[in-house]
């Protein structure tokens, strides 16, 4: 019996639903990142049951680049169980994530990771600037993000960027739920880890209803579970220099 293959350091985690075409360059620009900022790092790569060329894309990656693994749900499960499923998959003792449709620009994860490498947070989220969305946009996802900080205190300005850094024992704290993704800084900070932000370049994908009604309805309910008094506490995250 082969001896069992050794933990990476690093763990990127990008789910994809019908993004053939973005991912050829997307996963050439990150994986070259990592190549140099991260070198012991795995990724894997989440096809949502995506009904294009998406698992030919990955595959192909996957073939060119051994450290890349592939997830595969079916049907398709939306972002947020996409997300928990790669999540749990990971090995890494620092995760990265991005979105699968290239409005995150990978080059800034270095800046992200230097925070948590440094133990200056658990969690580094990314805080898009300069976002060229109508006005109407921009105004319902300030109105949104504002809404989610203050009921759930959590500090974020931006909790739609998936360009996020962190330890793995916060996965440990997470919970299926609808737009999980969105509040994975929420139950972080309820949960006791160190949040922070950093600004990075960004541009949303989302429908209108995704930027106001649902997040609405949803940090509603998060409220209410985080109130309680069964509300997930952080695993002891061991302190050694690495």
Not at 40 to 66: K, N, Q
Not at 123 to 151: E, K, Q, Y
Not at 170 to 189: C, N
Request: glycine content about 6%.
């Amino acid at each position: 019996m082969s001896p069992p293959t050794p933990s990476p350091r690093y763990s990127l985690v990008v789910p994809f639903f019908n993004e053939a075409g973005n991912i050829p360059p997307l996963l050439a620009e990150t994986l070259a990142v990592l190549r140099t900022h991260a070198p012991d790092f795995e990724a894997v790569l989440v096809d949502d049951g995506s009904t294009d060329a998406t698992a030919r894309e990955l595959a192909a990656v996957a073939a060119a680049e051994p450290r890349c693994r592939l997830l595969s749900l079916a049907p398709n499960r939306g972002q947020a169980a996409a997300l928990f499923a790669g999540l749990s998959a990971a090995r890494g003792a620092i995760v990265l994530t991005l979105d699968g449709d290239g409005q995150n620009d990978p080059a800034d994860f270095p800046a992200l990771l230097t925070l948590v490498e440094h133990r200056q947070a658990d969690l580094v989220c990314g805080w898009r600037t300069n976002r060229r969305d109508s006005w109407l946009r921009r105004l319902l996802s300030r109105t949104a993000n504002a809404f989610r900080r203050r009921l759930l205190r959590d500090g974020v300005h931006d909790a739609g960027c998936q360009l996020r850094v962190f330890r793995r024992e916060l996965v440990g704290v997470l919970f299926p739920a609808r737009m999980m993704q969105t509040f994975l800084p929420a139950i972080a900070a309820a949960a006791g880890f160190r949040v922070r932000e950093l600004r990075v370049y960004g541009r949303a994908h989302y429908g209108l209803s995704n930027l106001w009604l649902h997040p609405a309805i949803d940090t509603l309910r998060l409220w209410r579970r985080l109130r309680k008094p069964t509300a997930p506490t952080p695993p002891r995250i061991d302190t050694a220099s690495h």
